[in-house]
């Protein structure tokens, strides 16, 4: 009878121990698979508003959370639209992921200025404020968010490279080519946000 009171002791302390653990790869309490990609969506749409994400970080974050969402739809077609209980812990340590990396770009050093003096760095922050608008409404999609961000992301990088052969200024050339560039980009915008396609 003592052995059994042990063993029954063990069992339970064992149980309480593995709690913790247990709990660490459970999801988010109240949360729905949506509801944790619109959270993620909110803070990414924050962090490019407020300059915390560059252009390249967002591009990066967006294409990473489109694979988990592709992911997810190929979940629901092998399970006639729904998730197992696999799948969700799957894709909640996906998304943990993701909250990490999104945690770590928006508190690096890069940053995105959002108060830019130049006529070029107004029309940048326009765009990128368009963006925010558009993932934090749902009319852009992870996968034309991460587009779009890749497009801003080199016209940033163009910019900078020229200012950097012209000792810190662009050439009248330069800039109409960068408008041009804008112009498109701004029109791909546009076309994204209202193509019916939601997050």
Known sequence: M???IKISFLSTALAILALPV??????VTGQTIQDRKE?????IANGVKSGE???GETANI????ADVNQEERDM???????????????LNQ???QLSKQIYQDKHNSAVQNTNPKSEVGKRAENQQ?????????????????SHLENKEAKINQEVRTDRAANGGKLTQQEKAKVNRQQNKASRQIYRDKHNGRRQ
Do not use: C, M
């Not at 247990?22 to 999801?27: D, H, I, R, V, W």
């Not at 959270?39 to 803070?43: C, F, G, K, V, W």
């Not at 967006?62 to 959370?65: F, G, M, P, R, T």
């Open 129 to 145: 404020d368009r963006i925010a608008q558009g993932i934090q409404s749902g009319q852009l999609t992870a996968g034309e968010a």
């Open 53 to 55: 994400l560059t252009a």
């Open 76 to 90: 629901r077609k092998l399970d006639n639209g729904k998730l197992t209980t696999a799948d969700k812990q799957t």
């Open 22 to 27: 247990l709990a660490q790869n459970a999801p």
């Open 94 to 96: 996906q998304q943990n």
């Open 39 to 43: 959270n993620q969506q909110d803070r």
């Open 2 to 4: 003592n052995r059994t």
């Open 62 to 65: 967006e294409k990473k959370e």
